[in-house]
């Protein structure tokens, strides 16, 4: 089962746009919605995360948008950079099971000059 | 530092071999986790343990066994590898004391299965 889904599966963003990636949970016991950052034969690394208490995060060029109501949650990089080129994870957990982080399929942003 | 250390980064294994991928972390976490990335399914968590002495089954454990051999040690078996355990594998930690904290990763292991 698929308890957090993520689209797109692929994304390509010319520099200087916006990306956006979504995801969407069913799990209403989720209460930590993080985001992982994964290069090339690398493993994935914490980008920014979230909690349901506030609808908005933001550090530097990346925001993550939350919607409770919705179940849903997104990722946007403004100012988008050829660095940035990357395979992008959204995750969810809820604190008191053992913190097992639960992700989604992934996004392949391409940012080309 | 360290961080999460797995081995080896490569192997190739024939169909009904066995082998154990090693992970080991320098954090002093309680909990860690081996996951399998797949193309176009995520990150899927096969085993964990919440802390020295304690295993669990996550969401794709068979064919798998792991063992916790101390604080910094988690290990993952294949007993006898088959293709559909071609994949990456990745080891991570996380400090189970507070909550909704930071996983942190290795580098992977890639392993194909022929």
């Known amino acids: 089962q698929q308890q957090v889904k993520q689209s797109p599966q692929s994304l390509i963003v010319q520099k200087g746009g916006i990306s956006i990636i979504n995801c969407a949970y069913e799990n209403t016991a989720f209460d930590y919605f993080p985001w992982y950052q994964q290069f090339p034969g690398k493993g994935p690394a914490l980008l920014i995360a979230i909690r349901p208490d506030v609808s908005e995060k933001k550090e530097g060029r990346f925001t993550i948008s939350f919607n409770k109501s919705a179940k849903q949650f997104s990722l946007h990089i403004m100012d988008s950079q050829p660095g940035d080129s990357a395979t992008y994870f959204c995750a969810a957990s809820s604190w008191g099971s053992t913190d097992k982080l639960i992700f989604g399929t992934g996004t392949r942003l391409q940012v080309f000059p | 530092n360290a961080g999460v250390t797995q081995t080896p980064k490569f192997q190739v294994l024939k169909t009904g071999q066995s082998m154990t991928l090693q992970c080991a972390q320098d954090m002093n976490h309680n909990s860690m986790y081996w996951y399998r990335q797949d193309p176009g399914m995520g990150l899927r968590l096969i085993y964990y343990s919440a802390s020295e002495g304690t295993t669990d089954k996550g969401e794709v454990p068979n064919g798998y066994n792991v063992s916790r051999l101390n604080k910094r040690e988690f290990s993952l078996r294949l007993e006898s590898a088959a293709p559909s355990q071609t994949s990456v594998y990745f080891c991570?930690?996380?400090?189970?004391?507070?909550?909704?904290?930071?996983?942190?990763f290795g580098q992977g292991t890639r392993l194909t299965v022929v």
């Open positions: 991570a930690s996380s400090d189970a004391g507070a909550p909704n904290t930071e996983a942190f």
